[in-house]
């Protein structure tokens, strides 16, 4: 299994350009979240999802909207970037709600 | 919001054991304690979780006090692997599984 992946590493971009971050899961897990941290703090909860079709908000959501078509994947998209949105994004996914298994992250800077 | 305090930095010598202390005096009756951690900017790693009773995998030992407002990770053996950010978690499990991570305690192995 590769468990959680993230695309891509890392990103550049303009603000005011729109981009979107890719996560996917082999694990068959119903859960999926997205996270960003910023330098020297925890993870903050941006959005998440129960299962296919749902998805719910999360503690910072403002200017990021994601989906949920398939069990495996939950990208998550800026539509309109800012400097203040220049931070490591992680995506994870759990059973339910047990144990959250973590993507590598992708780096975003916003200029 | 579910409030853990733990120290900022700790330091160990390699081969040592490891003992992390997280007080939680909020926690409610049906919330589990999780320990993950982040080894250099990848993304988090679940250690271990637990509710009232103490546990033990093969990663850490989970002490948790009786009246569960505090509890302690212990790596037996510290490896200069083990040098991460280490974050104490509340979950409520079936009713709340969006983590709210802190900033963690750096622990640094020292050779």
């Known amino acids: 299994n590769a468990g959680v992946t993230q695309t891509p590493k890392f990103r550049i971009l303009k603000i005011g350009q729109s981009m979107t971050l890719q996560c996917a899961q082999d694990?068959?897990?119903?859960?999926m979240y997205w996270y960003r941290q910023d330098p020297g703090m925890g993870l903050k909860l941006i959005y998440y999802?129960?299962?296919?079709?749902?998805?719910d908000k999360g503690e910072v959501p403002n200017g990021y909207n994601v989906s949920r078509s398939t069990t495996e994947d939950f990208p998550l998209r800026l539509e309109l970037a800012a400097p203040s949105q220049t931070s490591v994004y992680f995506c994870?996914?759990?059973?339910?709600?047990?144990?959250?298994?973590f993507g590598p992250g992708t780096r975003l800077l916003v200029l | 919001d579910a409030k853990t305090t733990q120290p900022p930095s700790m330091d160990c010598a390699e081969g040592r054991a490891a003992n992390l202390p997280c007080n939680h005096s909020?926690?409610?009756?049906?919330?589990?304690v999780y320990w993950y951690r982040q080894i250099h900017s990848q993304g988090p790693q679940y250690i271990i979780h637990?509710?009232?009773n103490n546990e033990t995998n093969e990663m850490a030992s989970l002490i948790i006090t009786e009246d569960r407002k505090s509890s302690t990770l212990i790596l037996p053996h510290a490896t200069l692997r083990d040098t991460a950010v280490y974050y104490c978690?509340?979950?409520?499990?079936?009713?709340?599984?969006?983590?709210?991570f802190g900033k963690g305690t750096l622990l640094t192995v020292n050779p």
């Open positions: 637990g509710l009232k």
């Open positions: 978690i509340f979950d409520s499990g079936g009713s709340n599984y969006k983590l709210t």
């Open positions: 909020t926690i409610s009756g049906n919330e589990y």
């Open positions: 994870a996914s759990s059973f339910r709600s047990e144990t959250q298994y």
């Open positions: 999802s129960v299962g296919a079709g749902i998805t």
């Open positions: 694990m068959n897990h119903n859960y």
